[in-house]
């Protein structure tokens, strides 16, 4: 089936570490995304990339950090920087923008701090 | 990209029509409207999206009034399987940011 995998579903992080979160997609889609949603809020866009080895900041990109080596991969980095990371984050993909085609999501990452 | 307003939340009765009315009367020419809803732990799903013409696919449709300056999502016949945060986004079709806002809570009860 076509879809966009965020793995892995539940992540923790201990004070100062580094964590990835995964996102792959296989809807030949060129464009990716990458969200935060915390408790009863709407989601924030953190970074977006709408072509392989290039990405733009969204609106909370601070202590974040991406790469988009691959058409189908768009791994988000929260470094130890992030000092509030808990939250729910979720991958997107979508056409090239200027179409007005949806973005579709993943099911999400839930990450805590121990 | 224009605000929109929605009720924070709304009851349906199993095997009637939910309607979910969305106001976003500063909308532009070239702005669309987009629907998804979001189960508790999952990713927003996509259900629908249009310009000016009424839309209809096998999950909904979307009345967008005249003046553009709100639309409503119809689920024709809702399911227990509905209960979800239903949200309405206005975006210019360049735009890379899907800005969700609270979006309505809709129950579908037994």
Partial sequence: DGGITQSPKYLFRKEGQNVTLSCEQNLN???MYWYRQDPGQGLRLIY???IVNDF???????GYSVSREKKESFPLTVTSAQ??????YLCASSPLSGSGQPQHFGDGTRLSIL | DAKTTQPPS???AEGRAANLPCNHSTISGNEYVYWYRQIHSQGPQYIIHGLKNNETNEMASLIITEDR?????ILPHA???DTAVYYCIVR???????RFGAGTRLTVKP
């Fill in chain 1, 56 to 62: 733009q900041k969204g609106d909370i990109a601070e």
């Fill in chain 2, 69 to 73: 300056k709100s639309s409503t999502l």
């Fill in chain 1, 29 to 31: 889609h060129d464009a």
């Fill in chain 2, 92 to 98: 210019v079709m360049n735009n890379n940011d899907m």
């Fill in chain 2, 79 to 81: 399911t227990l399987r």
């Fill in chain 1, 48 to 50: 977006y990339s709408q």
């Fill in chain 1, 83 to 88: 000092k509030n990371p808990t939250a729910f």
């Fill in chain 2, 10 to 12: 709304m009851d349906c």
